[in-house]
């Protein structure tokens, strides 16, 4: 899929998020926007999967560690064909298989059930130690926010997973720098990532621009390719990425939009998305 037809699809990934959330009338739409071009890289370029057939044994796992932009991955399993689009503005309604994070057994598509921050991450290195026992040849890749660098339990798993070589891990970082009450800097700062992710003898890729999809290819590229230890892509991206009074504004880490707020929001994606298919 050329460059051109992945824009497209992450414009229709934000208008799901956007729909989603504000039918909600409540959830995450600023951390769900800023990882909507990985979720669209991940899902329609880089994972082996099939949506006709969610539990094939050979499929690559991907495990949102930052549960609460579900969104995000439900808007994108949707777009790739997993279940029916409509089923968005079911988000968190009662009854819906849609919850507010990612629920294993109700949802197609979804590999591992997450919520609280840090849990995601260690279920993923569990996964990769799993494949290398049976001499598996998938992949595991999961999704943390830099906030959520900021758990223990994320430090541990990290220790472990270089430990133990699991060339078979992909480890993304979502650094919007953002988290639900303001900066990494003024909250509890984690940096410096990258030396971090070393220290704990990771392959580490920074400098890669979450919105960019040629970068994206690149890194993802770069980590198959690496071989004796896992690898860390961090992501720089724009928190509420593609909504312009969402930008950069940690208020929108977990409020959905009003009547108003969404005919702005979704104006602005169909226009962008009218632009998109015209080049």
Request: proline content about 4%.
């Amino acid at each position: 899929m050329d460059v051109m037809e992945l824009k497209r699809k992450a414009n229709e990934v934000r208008k799901g998020i956007i729909t989603a959330v504000h039918s909600a009338k409540s959830g995450h739409p600023g951390g769900a926007l800023s990882a909507a071009d990985v979720f669209t890289y991940l899902y329609f370029e880089e994972l082996n999967i099939d949506p006709r057939d969610p539990k094939k044994p050979d499929r690559d796992r991907f495990v949102l560690s930052k549960g609460h932009t579900a969104p995000g991955l439900y808007s994108t399993l949707a777009l790739r064909g997993y279940f029916p689009r409509e089923d968005l503005a079911t988000l968190r309604h009662i009854g819906s298989y849609l919850q507010g994070h990612p629920t294993l057994q109700y949802t197609p598509g979804i590999d591992m059930s997450t919520g609280s921050l840090g849990q995601g991450f260690s279920a993923a290195v569990g996964m990769a130690v799993s494949a290398k026992i049976d001499k598996a040849s998938w992949r595991t890749y999961t999704l943390v926010g830099d906030g959520e660098l900021e758990e223990g339990q994320i430090w541990e798993a990290a220790m472990f997973a270089g430990a133990k070589h699991l060339d078979n891990l992909c480890v993304i970082v979502d650094n919007n720098n953002l988290q639900i009450d303001g900066s990494l800097e003024d909250v509890c700062s984690p940096m410096p990532i990258d030396k971090k992710f070393e220290a704990f003898n990771f392959h580490v890729i920074s400098g890669v621009g979450a919105h960019d999809f040629e970068q994206l290819a690149a890194a993802f590229k770069e980590a198959r390719q690496t071989k004796g230890m896992p690898t860390v892509i961090i992501v720089k991206s724009i928190k509420g990425k593609g909504v312009s009074f969402m930008e950069d504004v940690a208020g929108w880490h977990g409020k959905a939009p009003n009547d108003e707020e969404y005919a702005i929001a979704m104006a602005e994606l169909e226009k962008e998305g009218e632009a998109l298919c015209q080049k």
